[in-house]
């Protein structure tokens, strides 16, 4: 979408911090007037305000969209004081984990809500964002919030937003897995003798680059995989290690998966 259009009425963010933040930065880059955007935070970051943003003042009256970014702990502080963008003629949109659809429409009993799971690669155009919305966000809203979503990366629509949850623990903290899969590659480097720089310079760009090329066609990663993997080669070795079974690294992501899962799901409210 073209973000411009947002610019006539604009957009309200509560809570820029790391995510929050990260969307407003794809926003800003893809035609989102500083002007028409208005952040709402007691600890607002410099650049905001640097770059034109409105921040904590004047926000206008019937934004096209509320955008709440705030952790879910806070929601409850946070939604009594939105109340009056409930109307209906704004879409809200919350990117927190586990704040219910139900507990949003509290707030804004008229409003069109969309309950939307993005990351933090939103921040250079490249997140991806499942969306769910309650039964007032009809196909103008979901449209409108599938284009502020896909303005900074992919948007995949949910049936159920209990799916939700699962997201989170996949794609919502994903990007965390795969900075510690850099870290860990850099270590491992390390202790198999480069210089810690060189090693991490190597892991960033073959994680960087193992996930472009990923993207990039209709390969599947086992095919991918396995042009990397020479018949007893270097690479069969280490996945022997890595595609072990019990110990490697399916059961461990299986895991942790789960755990983020959980986690989301202990957040509900
Ligand atoms: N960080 C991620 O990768 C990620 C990904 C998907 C969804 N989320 C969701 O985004 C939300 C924010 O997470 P985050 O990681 O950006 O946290 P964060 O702590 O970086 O950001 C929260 C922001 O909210 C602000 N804030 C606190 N109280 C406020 C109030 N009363 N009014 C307005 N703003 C207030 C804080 O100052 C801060 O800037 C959470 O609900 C989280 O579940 C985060």
Redesign the pocket.
Known sequence: MDLAKLNDRGLVL???????GALLDGWLARGLDPASAHV????PDPRWAARGVNVNADPPADPAVLVL????Q?MG??LPTLAAWGQGRTLVVS???GTRIKTLESSFPAAPIVRA????PAAIGQGITAVAGNARADAAAMDLAAALMGAVGQVVQLDDEAQIDAVTGLS?SG?AYVFHLIEALAEAGVAVGLPADTAMTLARATVAGAGALALSGDETPAKLREAVTSPAGTTAAGLAVLMDPDAGLRPLIARTVAAATDRARELAQ
Do not use: H, S
């Open positions: 509560v809570g820029a911090g790391k995510m929050g709402i935070d007691p600890k970014a705030v952790k879910p806070m502080d946070v990117v927190a984990a799971m993005p990351n933090t919502g990007p």
